[in-house]
Structures are given as C-alpha cells and as structure tokens.
C-alpha cells in the first residue's frame, strides 16, 4: 500500500483478471490517460458519450480530464461515489472504466462508463473489465443492481452488455452535446450475470469498503 492509500484508501485497491489490472487512477497516471484519450477512442463526430468531453480541443482535453478526476475523487462520501478506474494490459494504460453510485446505502446500485482506446477495440477487453466491476460491485461491496446506458447506435457498449446477461432497461430520449439522442438503458442483477470463468483478485478492499461506508 502506498503512503498516501493510508489517507485515500481506495488509492490501494486493485482489481486484477486474466489480462487486466484495474486500480484507481493517481496523479502521476493522468498524463498516460490524456495520451490515450487523445491516441483516439471513437470514429471523429461520433461521440458515445453524454458528454462529449472526448472532442475537446487536444490542449483542453488534459486540464478537462485532470479537473473531473479530482472532482470525483474530492466529492466521494458513502452516499454518492464514483471509482475512476484506469485500465492497464502488460503494463500499457488502454482505458477506464468508472463505477458510479448515489445513495449506496439504500438503492445498492451502480452505474458504470468505460472507454478504451480505439487500437485495441475489438479484443474482449471491453467486456473483461466490465465483469470485473459487476464482480466486484456484487461479490464485494454488495450491489444488486448494475446499470448502465448508451447510445442505441452503440452495438460495442450494447455487446459487452447483452453478452454479459444485462436486460435492456427502455430507451429514453436525452440531450447529448445539444443533440437528441436516443439511449438504451441496461439493467445487470446477480440473477441474470453471466459470469465469467476466471475469479477476480481483489487487493486492499477493507479499507476502501470502510471509506466507502459499506
Ligand atoms: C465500448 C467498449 C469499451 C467495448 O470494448 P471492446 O473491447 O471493444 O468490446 P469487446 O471486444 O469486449 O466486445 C464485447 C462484446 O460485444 C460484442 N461487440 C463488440 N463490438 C461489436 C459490434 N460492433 N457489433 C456487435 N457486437 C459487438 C462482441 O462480440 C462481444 O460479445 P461476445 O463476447 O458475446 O462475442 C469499447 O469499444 C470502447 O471504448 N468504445 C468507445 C467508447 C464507448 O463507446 N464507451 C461506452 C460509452 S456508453
């Protein structure tokens, strides 16, 4: 554990699977993960995300990045949290993906967001930190439900979530970037999981868990 998880703990919690490492990102990380969002994570014009935080302007997109980190890390309490987990393969940081509660304590739920480079799309990867976060959300911290949404064009997010077992959850109409946009909603319950064949390995979760109120 590092200096600083005795401070932060979620700082020194890791979640490995076969070919992943999943662990909170710390500042001297953020550089690795502004040059892969930069390196490219969708077609250009093509945002999937809410917000199109991804199309900033190559000299904003950094300080944007920088800023939402510590705005997540800063707002945690056991109440509302988000985990900005950065994702790493034989050393390499290729994405994130993020799980996201309000009102933990009552509602057991988690909403999840993900993106990983465009050069390595199309390997499983997508879907094995995925089920790392469901495993991890209800084998260890005690969610019964994870939801997550995306653009109904989206069939790489729809994919990892239909193969996953999630239901879909009604499509609502948002406004995405000032566009309409309509979003198919997804619903994961420990009932309907395909789980996957490998366990998770999970490093330092009492301290994060005790952080996190659970
Ligand atoms: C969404 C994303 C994280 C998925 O990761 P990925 O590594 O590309 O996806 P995977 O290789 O794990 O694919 C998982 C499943 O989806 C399916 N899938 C992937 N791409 C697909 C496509 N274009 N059409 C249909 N199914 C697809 C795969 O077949 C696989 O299912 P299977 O295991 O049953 O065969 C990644 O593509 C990405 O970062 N996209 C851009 C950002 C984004 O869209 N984020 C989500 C916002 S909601």
């Known amino acids: 554990m590092t200096e600083l998880a005795a401070y932060w703990p979620p700082f ?8 992943l490492v999943l ?10 993960a502004v040059r892969a969002a930069l390196s490219g ?7 999937p995300f809410s917000n199109p935080w991804s199309e900033a302007p190559a000299h904003e997109l950094g300080t944007n990045m920088a800023q939402w980190y510590w705005r997540c890390r800063a707002g945690m309490t056991s109440e509302e949290w988000t985990l900005l987990l950065g994702i790493w393969h034989d050393g390499q940081f290729i ?7 309000k ?3 009552t509602l057991k739920t988690v909403t999840t967001g993900s993106w990983l480079r465009q050069d390595v799309h199309g390997r499983g990867f997508g879907k094995e930190m995925r089920a790392a976060v469901a495993l991890y959300a209800f084998d260890w911290l005690g969610a019964e439900v994870a939801e997550s949404e995306a653009a109904a064009w989206n069939r ?5 979530s239909r193969s996953l077992g999630y239901e879909l959850n009604g ?12 979003v198919q909603k997804v619903r994961l319950t420990p ?6 064949d490998w366990d998770l390995k999970v490093k330092d979760h009492e301290a994060t868990a005790k952080y996190l109120g659970i």
């Open 171 to 182: 499509v609502t109409r948002a406004s995405w970037g000032g566009n309409a946009q309509d």
């Open 41 to 47: 994570i969708h077609e250009p014009g093509r945002s």
């Open 191 to 196: 009932v309907t999981f395909k789980r996957p």
């Open 103 to 105: 009102n933990f304590p």
């Open 156 to 160: 790489q997010s729809l994919g990892v």
């Open 95 to 101: 994405g994130c993906q993020d799980v996201e509660a």
């Open 12 to 19: 020194g919690l890791t979640l490995t699977t076969p070919r």
């Open 23 to 32: 662990r909170p990102i710390r500042d001297d990380e953020i550089p690795a």
